[in-house]
């Protein structure tokens, strides 16, 4: 019998190791060099390769080699972890100076679009502490099934009063009284007039500072201490919202729109209503409408608000349903090319189009009064984005929200109106954009955080998406440029990766770092982030919940993945606990497993242990197999499908053909199975990673016909910062998605 001795990597290698030589084959954790990385960093130098020179504004021209922190303070007028914020500064409204000097005024769009979707979302959550989604920042229902919820309410039709047919096959729908409940928000504030003395200043973050400033708040509770400043209640007249007569017309019994700054409707007989905002920009007033997610008694004025404002682009932030709680009427046609009348309006759903983030609805409404007025067919097209990603708890990756933002300022619109951000509700506002960055965020303290870290992705990261008919001829362009390696376009973008690699605090890793799990992890410092590790639930007494696996989540619910090192021998029942629990069907074994810690036996015998029967099925060929998982209390059988790289079992990059089968049989396979797909390879990020960016790679061209490694690589390594640690893989997605494209689709004919 040949028995498994466990070896060790160095403590600071940045990945695997030759277990014979002890030399880190990927390089040193920041502030190592060496070839066995036992040298720190010396005196002035610090980070990855401690090719990074202390600051000198540090009062010890030395500073900490791993993350360049001057350990002995700041000389005198700077501040930070690492000396390099200078200053702050205040400004006063009476000196006309706005966020412009440091942040510029389109800018402010996105600013106003973040903070009108955060205010929604994080107003009036209750302050109790929120239990985390399974899979943390993705929402449990995947695109597809928000959409088929959203329709199947539409059978019913109530999101209108009354709905019938007309003669002509379209929905028209009659304003009748509605017995919609009015909620009464969870955060009750007293509402009072005052003066907010924070309103005459606000701390100017400059842009190449904003990355440190972010860093130093989140050092010493900052963004804590700024979310507890800012005021509370309203603080200006809303006599129309709180007007009995409008009661019903308010989504929350509490929340009403500002005298000043509110929509009044015109040509309206019967009321000039509507809980909404205007919103003013850096550089432009009336830029925005801030309101709540229409109600079956305001549909009708929240298409005459779009009308009589000239409104081209609607955000939609809520979901129609959360649970069994309606939280926004359906105001559009529901499939392409029907028709729903409401009121004097006709309303066309002309295209419809789901992305990985949002589905984009392009609307025609048509004014039956203007036409009879003005003798002629007017028409305007509405664009309409719903975004879709936002999680159950918490707050949506400020990259999303960027990415999101993007494709929204993208978007040709024919109309010069404000664009209309609604979500389930709608917060009050005022003038210019600073008094709304002081009054609009009433947040829970993470989404508080989250409009800092949007802004600085918007600020320092490019658009780095490329559409997919251009794509192979941009790489291709790419590859025959005479530049020099350093300065392609492949080693540009994976150096800026670098920068933004993760760098989390060792607290982050408590649970991998208990007495009871330290000995579960083969490379030990590639370790599970505590927010992201899949939680074992059906374990033995003599286990604990813990593995050494992360969740990574996909644009859908089929493409989430579980990437998990070979167990050792003490660790095979936790895979299988973990294979069972979170019901994953389908394993991606990457490398050979350990000897003394086989996953299966030949077919004639069946692995038990604890509560598991674990028995080989059957095999379809040499690299493809079924695996029967039996648990014996439950009486449970499940089948697994098991993926194997006969063709891939040295640590070197394969060719593009190899990955590229095994993807297409995965696709396949995972299109007729449900839940997450677990990849393993020998240190749970080498091979895992690769694999998982390219299979979200292929997932997003496919939903959103355009290519964006940058991103996806960007995305994962959030949950694992060791993923694609060499350039060459990074290059290697490039030319593997330019052979996918060039020849034939995964998705075609499946």
């Known amino acids: 019998m040949v028995h498994f001795v466990k070896r060790t990597c160095p403590a600071k290698c940045q990945g695997p190791c030759d277990l014979d030589t002890g030399r880190c084959i990927f390089g040193c954790s920041n502030g190592w060099i060496g070839e066995k990385c036992v040298q720190a960093c010396s005196s002035g130098f610090y980070g990855s390769g401690c090719l990074q020179n202390c600051s000198l504004n540090c009062v010890n021209p030395s500073c900490h080699h791993t993350n360049g922190e001057c350990i002995d303070g700041c000389n005198s007028g700077w501040k930070g972890f690492n000396c390099t914020q200078g200053f702050v500064s205040v400004r006063s409204e009476l000196q006309g100076e706005y966020y412009g000097t440091a942040i510029g005024g389109g800018i402010g769009a996105m600013i106003a679009v973040i903070l009108i979707m955060f205010a929604g979302f994080g107003i009036y959550k209750d302050n109790k502490k929120l239990t985390k989604d399974k899979y943390s920042d993705q929402s449990k229902s995947s695109l597809r099934s928000t959409l088929n919820r959203n329709r199947e309410s539409n059978h019913v039709h109530e999101y209108v009063n009354a709905a019938i047919t007309s003669d002509t096959g379209a929905r028209t729908v009659r304003l009748e009284a509605t017995t919609e409940e009015t909620e009464l928000l969870h955060e009750r504030d007293t509402f009072e007039h005052r003066q907010i003395p924070i309103e005459n200043s606000v701390n100017k973050i400059h842009i190449e500072k904003m ?30 919202g709180s007007n009995e007569v409008n009661k019903d017309k308010n989504r929350f019994r ?39 997610g229409p109600k079956r008694n305001t549909v009708r004025d929240f298409w005459h608000m779009i009308w009589q404002e000239d409104v081209g682009k609607i955000v939609m932030v809520t979901q129609l349903k959360e649970g069994r709680r309606n939280k926004c009427v359906q105001y559009w046609p529901d499939v392409v090319n029907e028709q729903m009348v409401v009121d004097n309006y006709r309303l066309t759903l002309t295209k419809e189009k789901e992305h990985t983030l949002y589905v984009y609805r392009l609307i025609t409404i048509f004014n039956h009064n203007d036409t009879v007025m003005n003798n002629n067919r007017t028409e305007r097209k509405v664009h309409q984005f719903h975004f879709t990603q936002w999680p159950d708890h918490g707050v949506p990756d400020s990259i999303k929200l960027v990415h999101f933002y993007r494709n929204v300022q993208s978007e ?23 008094k709304c960055f002081l009054k609009l965020i009433r947040m829970l303290q993470e989404q508080y955080a989250t409009v800092f870290e949007a802004l600085l992705e918007l600020f320092t990261v490019p658009n780095t998406s490329i559409k997919k008919g251009v794509f192979c001829k941009y790489v291709g362009d790419q590859e025959c440029m005479t530049l020099p390696k350093n300065r392609k376009m492949f080693k540009l973008e994976f150096q800026r990766l670098e920068t933004l690699r993760p760098a989390y605090h060792e607290s982050k890793f408590s649970a991998a770092k208990l007495k009871e799990n330290i000995s579960k992890s083969w490379v030990e410092n590639i370790l599970p982030h505590d927010n992201f590790r899949p939680y074992l639930m059906s374990y033995g007494r003599a286990r604990t919940d813990y593995i050494n696996a992360v969740i990574i989540p996909g644009h859908r619910e089929e493409s989430t993945f579980l990437v998990t090192q070979c167990p050792l021998k003490d660790t095979v029942v936790d895979f299988w606990t973990m294979i ?107 091979k895992s990673g690769l694999f998982v960016a390219l299979y979200h790679i ?12 940058f991103q996806i690589v960007r995305s994962i390594q959030t949950r694992r910062p060791e993923f694609l640690k060499m350039c060459d893989q990074y290059e290697y997605c490039y030319r593997c998605i330019k052979e996918y494209l060039e020849g034939e689709s995964l998705y075609a004919n499946t």
Not at 218 to 223: I, V
Not at 590 to 616: P, Y
């Open 698 to 709: 292929l997932d997003k061209i496919n939903i959103d016909e355009e290519v964006d490694i």
């Open 254 to 292: 509490d929340l009403w729109p500002y005298d000043h700054s509110r929509i009044v409707l015109k040509g309206n007989k019967k009321t000039d209503y509507i809980n909404a905002n205007y919103i003013n920009n850096y550089d432009k007033e009336k830029a925005y409408i801030a309101t709540q």
């Open 211 to 240: 990355k440190e400033a972010i860093i130093e708040k989140q050092k010493d509770e900052g963004f804590e201490k700024e979310y507890q400043i800012l005021p509370k209640g309203l603080i200006h007249a809303h006599v129309e």
């Open 412 to 434: 040709h619109c024919d109309q010069n109106g404000p664009m209309v951000v609604h979500c389930r509700c709608v917060i009050p506002s005022n003038s210019y954009l600073a």
């Open 580 to 686: 069972y629990d979170h019901n994953s069907r389908i394993i991606v074994l990457l490398d050979q497993v350990f000897k003394n810690a086989q996953l299966w036996l030949e077919r004639s015998e069946s692995l038990e242990f604890d509560n598991f029967r674990i028995t080989q099925e059957g095999m379809s060929n040499k690299d493809e197999l079924k695996i029967s998982l039996f648990h014996k209390k439950q009486h449970d059988k499940r089948i697994t499908q098991v993926f194997k790289t006969s063709d891939w079992q040295s640590p070197t990059i394969p060719s593009t053909r190899i990955i590229l089968d095994l993807l297409k049989s995965v696709v396949i396979c995972s299109k007729s199975q449900n839940g997450p797909i677990t990849v393993v390879c020998r240190d749970g990020c080498t």
